[in-house]
């Protein structure tokens, strides 16, 4: 079975490589004060007050979900580039204790 992102490499790889250095670069334009400010906008926005544990719960989730999509940039990204990351080795044992003779 092929990988679907290995079908076209001359056309994907550069793309998704673009998309990721762009997300991060824009990503990387506001400070942690901007950030802040605009999460806090956006949990007023839902109706959520200030110094209340569901406030600082929905900044919690916002800063965790910010936090799941640049893992899985960074997952995609490296998928799409082939690094699948350190090789795996398997060990196998193949002792069997009731074969050995005394």
Do not use: W
């Amino acid at each position: 079975m092929r990988c679907p992102l290995r079908s076209k490499p001359a056309m994907t790889i550069p793309r998704l490589a673009a998309l990721a250095a762009t997300i991060l670069l824009l990503a990387g334009c506001q400070t942690a004060a901007e950030r802040r400010a605009i999460d806090e906008n956006k949990c007023l926005d839902y109706g959520f007050r200030r110094g209340t544990d569901a406030f600082a719960t929905c900044l919690q989730r916002i800063d965790l979900d910010r936090r799941a999509d640049l893992r899985s940039i960074r997952y995609n990204t490296a998928l799409a580039l082939g690094d699948y990351g350190p090789p795996v080795r398997h060990y196998h044992h193949y002792h069997d204790r009731r074969s050995k003779k005394r």
